[in-house]
């Protein structure tokens, strides 16, 4: 095993740091080298959907509320989210044109397979996007992405995540061009950011770590935290909370930033802090009136965000800017390494946490 592990203490800290490579495996053939274009063959035989409907559970239910955010921007197609477990038993309403994504790692989730067979049962087109190859997700699919992040071991899922961003965004682009809705430059710029990325991520990862580390010294005594994001930040606030709860036991809630005050600031005093997420976008001065009414109430900021912004922290957690849906693949190994060094720093069994299972066969 410790070979395995390839010289880290945990498989968890090694496929976080494998991120780098995941991304690279992830484009690996999927851009045209003369045009930029994005290319999926595995679902070009596939129509284009009129709505989309994206199943899945934990982890992998976040990379489709991330990829919502995209589809619906550059593709223009309304975009439904569901965990598997509530989808498989809602009356839905289907209609002409619908189409089914299944998202998951292992491919075996009972939940996400009873899922597509009920999008199957209403003649939905399904596409699967999973991990290990000759799952049941990829056979009972009409096509099927394979997110190329190799095996992964640890029960918390980290690089799975990562590469079905990264699948999920070609998707966005793919349809966006194939729709008209997203134009040759603006594909261009996306798909050579996302070439640069992998370069990028390798040169952060370890000052990234040490960050960690030194706030899981400083916050290791919470026993509740907040993550808070807007947009693509909201997604990763939900991801960033479970994986803080999953591997070190420590209450967290994943919300909305604008949700905050319909209710959970109630909790907010000196000893709840919030992890904010925190990008130099759009929505950073809504994010920024959200953190400073925390401020006011004594809670204690973390701000994982951009050089140069302006916003309410006691602890700003800095990393390079890529540009739009690009920061997100920074922001995603920032949230896992806290997680993972709190639960180091806590002593807890980072690879095998209790109560919990790498995959949910049945119900
Ligand atoms: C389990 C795992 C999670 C994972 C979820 C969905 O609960 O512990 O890490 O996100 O299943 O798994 P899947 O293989 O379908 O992505």
């Known amino acids: 095993q410790a070979a395995q592990k390839g010289g880290f203490k945990h498989f968890m800290l090694k496929e976080i740091m494998e991120q780098p490579q995941v991304i690279q495996d992830g484009i690996a053939g999927r851009i045209d080298d003369a045009t930029q274009e994005v290319v999926l063959d595995e679902i070009a035989d596939l129509p284009i959907p ?24 550059w593709a223009r197609i309304p975009v439904q989210v569901e965990v598997a477990s509530e989808f498989r038993y809602r009356q839905q309403v289907f209609q002409e044109g619908d189409l089914a994504l299944a998202i998951s790692q292992s491919g075996e989730t009972a939940d996400t397979l009873a899922g597509m067979r009920i999008a199957r049962e209403n003649n939905l087109p399904i596409v699967g996007l999973c991990n290990v190859v000759g799952s049941s997700v990829a056979r009972e699919s009409d096509g099927t992405m394979y997110t190329q992040a190799g095996p992964e ?14 699948a999920l965004l070609l998707l966005a ?4 061009r194939k729709k008209g809705t997203l134009s040759a430059e603006a594909a261009q710029q996306l798909t050579g950011q996302l070439q640069r ?9 370890e000052r990234m770590r040490h960050a960690a580390q030194r706030l899981a010294t400083q916050f290791s005594k919470a026993r509740s935290f907040f993550f808070l994001g ?6 990763l606030a939900l991801e960033g909370a479970l994986k803080l709860k999953e591997i070190s036991y420590i209450h967290a809630e994943g919300y909305a ?3 905050m005050k319909h209710g959970p600031i109630a909790l907010i005093d000196s000893e709840f802090p919030t992890f904010a997420l925190a990008p130099q976008d759009s929505l950073l001065p809504k994010v920024g009136s959200n953190l400073q009414e925390v401020q006011a109430r004594g809670g204690k900021i973390i701000a994982l965000t951009h050089p140069g912004t302006d916003i309410p922290s006691d602890e700003r957690w800095e ?15 920032a949230l896992q390494l806290f997680a993972y060094e709190m639960a180091v720093y806590l002593g807890k069994d980072v690879d095998q946490p209790r109560n919990l299972a790498k995959s949910v066969t049945v119900e």
Do not use: N
């Open 50 to 73: 009129g709505r989309l409907h994206i199943i899945a559970c934990g982890t992998s239910f976040h990379a489709g509320l991330w990829a919502k955010y995209l589809i619906e921007e």
């Open 257 to 259: 930033a604008g949700e």
């Open 319 to 333: 990393v390079p800017q890529m540009g739009s849906a690009l920061d997100s693949f920074l922001f995603l190994p």
């Open 153 to 166: 071991i640890s029960v918390a899922s980290t690089k799975a995540m990562c590469s079905q961003m990264v």
């Open 173 to 176: 682009i793919a349809w966006g």
């Open 230 to 235: 807007r947009g693509l930040g909201s997604p």
């Open 197 to 205: 990325l992998p370069h990028t991520l390798s040169t952060e990862l």
